[in-house]
């Protein structure tokens, strides 16, 4: 069992856990009428994952695409974003003990993920790739069999690496610059990380490092939200397809990842209907 099929079957123990000791939360009729009553919606994000949820440098306060993707859903409900920092481990958690209407934190599309959580129209793909140095001899992703490869701990990235190279040694950290680090020290032969990120890295060492050609997998990003509110996630894509037909997104894609950027990544996938996206 993969690490994600892992996280998706704790999540939902964790959740019945604790509705066992505390008790369901209050009944939610209709969460759009309740986001409307209470003239906000709670957006989670990441808050040191730039360029996607990041504190800003002078105010402290969050930005990034995720933090503008949020606002804009929230401006077209009617109502002010209220924001929520989040790790890669609780973004489920959040959702479904209701702690927050939507979760914009690279939440990739699983089937094991839609069990539990719905989720908006796809925004966007990324890849996984494996980072190396730029010298290195290694060149396709089977040549890593018996390597070490460094990851964040509690991505997909372990079942992707699990599936197509069985026999490399799986190295976990707690960030993305810890999992890089290994590499640049050599406790690690390639670093298994997300486009975004690895651009970042990559243009901040001046070309010391590359990514393998051969990507680990592509997943379909989205946001996520509760299961069973129809009426709020219709208003949400609604809003989704408002902004992408506006060209806000791509705007948003352009002024945090475009050219003008460190990471110089283009978007790839135009906003498509979830049931459309496989896994």
Same mark, same amino acid.
């Given at each position: 069992?993969?690490?994600?099929q ?9 959740? $019945? ?5 505390? &008790?369901?939360?209050?009944?939610s $009729?209709d969460?759009?009428?309740?986001v ?16 996607? *949820?990041?504190?800003?440098?002078v ?6 695409f995720?933090?503008d ?30 702690r ?11 089937k094991?993920? $839609?069990?539990?959580?719905s989720?908006?129209?796809?925004v !966007?793909?990324?890849a996984t ?22 990851? #964040?701990? *509690?991505?997909?990235n372990?079942r ?6 069985? %026999? ?6 707690? /960030?993305a610059s810890?999992? !890089?680090?290994?590499?640049q ?12 990120? &690895?651009?970042? !890295?990559?243009?901040?060492?001046n070309g ?7 990507s680990?997998?592509k997943?379909?990003?989205a946001l996520?939200?509760?299961k069973?509110? +129809?009426a ?6 609604? $809003? =989704?397809?408002?902004? /992408?037909?506006s ?5 948003l894609? +352009?002024k945090?990842? &475009?050219?003008? +950027? ?5 978007? *790839?996938?135009? =906003? %498509?209907?979830?049931?459309?996206? #496989?896994?």
């Amino acid at each position: 069992m993969g690490t994600e099929q892992r996280l998706c079957r704790l999540t939902v123990a964790a959740a $019945a856990l604790v509705l066992g000791i505390f &008790g369901p939360p209050p009944a939610s $009729a209709d969460e759009l009428a309740d986001v409307k009553a209470r003239g906000s919606v709670i957006c989670a994000t990441y808050f040191a994952v730039p360029p996607f *949820g990041f504190p800003d440098p002078v105010t402290r306060q969050p930005i990034g695409f995720d933090v503008d993707m949020c606002s804009g859903i929230a401006r077209r409900l009617g109502v002010r974003m209220e924001h929520k920092s989040i790790t890669v481990e609780n973004r489920v958690p959040e959702l479904l003990t209701g702690r927050v209407d939507i979760v914009s934190a690279l939440l990739p599309y699983t089937k094991d993920r $839609a069990e539990v959580i719905s989720f908006s129209d796809a925004v !966007f793909d990324y890849a996984t790739n494996v980072m190396v140095l730029a010298s290195s001899d290694l060149k396709t992703l089977s040549e890593l069999a018996g390597k070490r490869v460094s990851m #964040t701990r *509690g991505t997909a990235n372990e079942r992707y690496m699990r599936e197509k190279v069985p %026999t490399a040694e799986i190295l976990t950290y707690q /960030d993305a610059s810890s999992s !890089f680090l290994a590499l640049q020290q050599g406790k690690a032969q390639g670093y298994a990380t997300i486009t975004f990120a &690895g651009m970042r !890295f990559i243009n901040e060492t001046n070309g010391k490092f590359r990514f393998m050609e051969e990507s680990l997998h592509k997943d379909a990003c989205a946001l996520g939200l509760r299961k069973g509110e +129809t009426a709020f996630i219709e208003a949400v894509n609604a $809003a =989704l397809v408002e902004m /992408d037909k506006s060209g806000e997104i791509d705007a948003l894609w +352009t002024k945090w990842l &475009g050219p003008e +950027t460190k990471y110089n990544v283009p978007r *790839g996938r135009r =906003l %498509t209907p979830i049931a459309q996206v #496989t896994d």
